[in-house]
């Protein structure tokens, strides 16, 4: 299980998040911009600092006595934007996480290289790759140091729809061969359908778990109102309208 | 005339090989700390820009004077003054300079952001591995500046050197102090012929710096 109660005040913001969600499996964090997904992320990862207890698996990474500092955590972060260092190539930016790995399971590097397709992509320079491509290169990154945990911090958010078609597969993929648990934040529909096992919903810095699980349930249970009600005017509007009898 | 080009480029080396040590951390705190103070401290390194050089010249050489405490801590060791040596010189000489090493190195580390090091430490990196192996040579156009900027910097100064070393010939003499002697004296020839090679040298020093920086700029922007 990873199990969080995370309370803090950042700004004028306050977080104060509680769940536990099977270490298995793609769970989606959706909730409006500015609700807390980020600052949520950042808090599991260490890279910010909250109140509370965050356990994975057996591993305590904190609780009210310790804290330990992101690069002891094992944990594996894509950020939104393109993050590769820019002073190595592709090649470079995979081995800077190859040579730090910790013991856990995880691909390869010849795997990794071809589960995200970068074969023809490894002598180039960060600046020289396209959006969707960065994001591939960090996603292999991030696997290559074997994380005991994987945060996504909206991966393909910043890119335009054929990049994120470019992209979206090889998270398919990666969510039906690893092993590996990722918690996800999203707040597209479509992305948290076809890669998440369980949603959680955050709310103005507040989350209470359970996750909701997916697969069979109500996938309208995903929606916001208003996003229900744009999806049955467009139904509408492209003659569809409610079988009878409803 | 070899022997005070010696000793001015003996002098500018090693201020430059001590200044880009000493300036890097220093450096890095003022880029990333959250010091209410940190600012005074910055102020403070950026003195010797706005000091007259005889004014830091005289401190210096009185800290290091036989009766200065500082100088106290040196008499166990048969230590009585560095006014008027070499080591003086150095002492001053980093002092002088440290602006021009602290400014553009900080500078470059502001620039390259915490994101980076958060990369870093995501990838199991730890806050020294990530300052040697990320935030180092992504600044290293900042210590590009600073190595340049404080060369010759310490080639052309002259109230500091001349407060503190006193213009000893074979030991504290060096070209921009030569070439006042020489046109106090007369001599004219001589005074050219070092102040057309200074003019040479800052010219070459300046092309080149700017040629590197134009070749990072290309690389950086991709090919």
Not at chain 1, 22 to 28: D, E, F, R, S
């Given at each position: 299980?990873i199990r969080?109660?995370?309370?803090g005040?950042f700004?004028?913001?306050?977080?104060?998040a509680e769940?536990?969600v099977?270490?298995?499996?793609?769970?989606?964090l959706i909730?409006?911009?500015g609700a807390?997904?980020?600052?949520?992320?950042?808090?599991?990862?260490?890279?910010?600092?909250?109140?509370?207890e965050?356990?994975?698996?057996?591993?305590?990474?904190?609780?009210?006595?310790?804290?330990?500092?992101?690069?002891?955590?094992?944990?594996?972060?894509?950020?939104?934007?393109?993050?590769?260092?820019?002073?190595?190539?592709v090649?470079?930016?995979?081995?800077?996480?190859?040579?730090?790995?910790?013991?856990?399971?995880g691909?390869?590097?010849?795997e990794?290289?071809?589960m995200?397709g970068?074969?023809?992509?490894?002598e180039r320079s960060?600046?020289a790759?396209?959006?969707?491509e960065?994001q591939?290169?960090?996603?292999?990154?991030?696997?290559l140091?074997r994380?005991r945990l994987?945060?996504?911090d909206e991966?393909?958010?910043?890119?335009?729809?054929?990049?994120?078609?470019?992209?979206?597969?090889?998270?398919e993929?990666?969510?039906r061969?690893?092993?590996?648990?990722i918690?996800?934040?999203?707040?597209?529909?479509l992305e948290?359908?076809s890669?998440?096992?369980?949603?959680?919903?955050m709310?103005?810095?507040?989350?209470?778990?359970p996750?909701v699980?997916?697969g069979?349930?109500?996938?309208l249970?995903?929606?916001?109102?208003?996003?229900?009600?744009?999806?049955?005017?467009?139904?509408?509007?492209?003659?569809i309208?409610?079988?009878?009898?409803? | 005339?070899a022997q005070?080009?010696?000793?001015?480029?003996?002098l500018?080396s090693?201020?430059?090989?001590?200044?880009l040590v000493?300036?890097?951390p220093?450096?890095?705190?003022l880029?990333?700390s959250?010091?209410?103070?940190?600012?005074a401290v910055?102020?403070?390194?950026?003195?010797?820009?706005?000091?007259?050089?005889?004014v830091?010249g005289?401190?210096?050489l009185i800290?290091l004077?036989?009766?200065?405490?500082?100088?106290?801590?040196?008499h166990?060791?048969g230590?009585r003054?560095?006014?008027?040596t070499?080591?003086?010189?150095?002492?001053?000489s980093?002092?002088?300079?440290?602006?021009?090493?602290?400014?553009?190195?900080r500078?470059?580390?502001?620039?390259v952001?915490?994101?980076?090091?958060e990369?870093a430490?995501?990838?199991?990196?730890?806050?020294?591995?990530?300052?040697?192996?990320v935030?180092?040579?992504?600044?290293?156009?900042g210590?590009?500046?600073?190595?340049?900027?404080?060369?010759a910097?310490t080639?052309?100064?002259?109230?500091?050197?001349?407060?503190?070393g006193?213009?000893i010939?074979?030991?504290?003499?060096v070209?921009?102090?030569?070439?006042?002697q020489?046109?106090?004296?007369?001599?004219?020839?001589?005074?050219?012929?070092?102040?057309?090679?200074l003019?040479?040298?800052?010219?070459?020093?300046?092309?080149?710096?700017?040629?590197?920086?134009?070749?990072a700029?290309v690389?950086?922007?991709?090919?």
């Open positions: 299980m969080f109660r995370l309370q005040r700004g004028g913001f306050s977080l104060d769940a536990a099977p270490a298995k499996g793609v769970t989606a909730g409006a911009s807390g997904k980020t600052t949520l992320l950042r808090c599991l990862a260490g890279l910010a600092r909250a109140g509370g965050v356990v994975v698996g057996e591993a305590v990474w904190q609780d009210g006595r310790r804290f330990e500092p992101p690069h002891r955590r094992g944990v594996g972060y894509v950020f939104q934007e393109a993050s590769l260092l820019a002073h190595l190539s090649r470079g930016n995979l081995a800077f996480a190859e040579k730090r790995a910790g013991e856990g399971p691909p390869s590097f010849a990794a290289v071809e995200l970068l074969q023809k992509l490894l960060p600046q790759l396209s959006g969707g960065r591939r290169v960090a996603i292999a990154r991030a696997l140091s994380p994987l945060l996504m991966p393909l958010s910043s890119l335009d729809a054929a990049s994120k078609a470019d992209v979206l597969p090889y998270l993929a990666l969510h061969t690893l092993r590996l648990p918690l996800y934040v999203s707040h597209d529909a948290v359908a890669l998440a096992d369980r949603v959680l919903r709310e103005a810095g507040r989350l209470r778990g996750a699980e997916l069979g349930a109500d996938p249970a995903l929606l916001e109102p208003g996003q229900i009600q744009a999806l049955a005017r467009a139904a509408l509007a492209a003659g309208s409610a079988p009878p009898g409803t | 005339m005070v080009v010696r000793t001015t480029l003996a500018a090693l201020t430059t090989l001590i200044l000493v300036a890097a220093l450096a890095w705190w880029a990333t959250r010091a209410w103070w940190k600012e910055a102020a403070l390194t950026a003195l010797p820009i706005v000091l007259p050089p005889t830091l005289f401190y210096v800290a004077g036989p009766r200065s405490p500082l100088m106290s801590l040196f166990p060791f230590v003054t560095f006014a008027f070499f080591t003086g010189l150095v002492v001053g980093v002092f002088y300079s440290l602006p021009f090493a602290v400014q553009p190195i500078s470059a580390f502001e620039t952001g915490a994101r980076p090091l990369v430490a995501s990838l199991r990196a730890s806050p020294l591995d990530a300052f040697v192996n935030a180092l040579p992504l600044a290293a156009r210590f590009l500046t600073a190595a340049v900027l404080v060369f910097h080639i052309g100064e002259f109230g500091v050197v001349l407060m503190i006193g213009a010939p074979g030991k504290t003499e070209v921009s102090i030569r070439i006042f020489d046109v106090e004296a007369l001599n004219y020839a001589d005074a050219h012929r070092l102040a057309a090679g003019v040479l040298f800052a010219f070459v020093v300046l092309l080149g710096l700017m040629s590197l920086q134009r070749r700029d690389r950086r922007s991709g090919p």
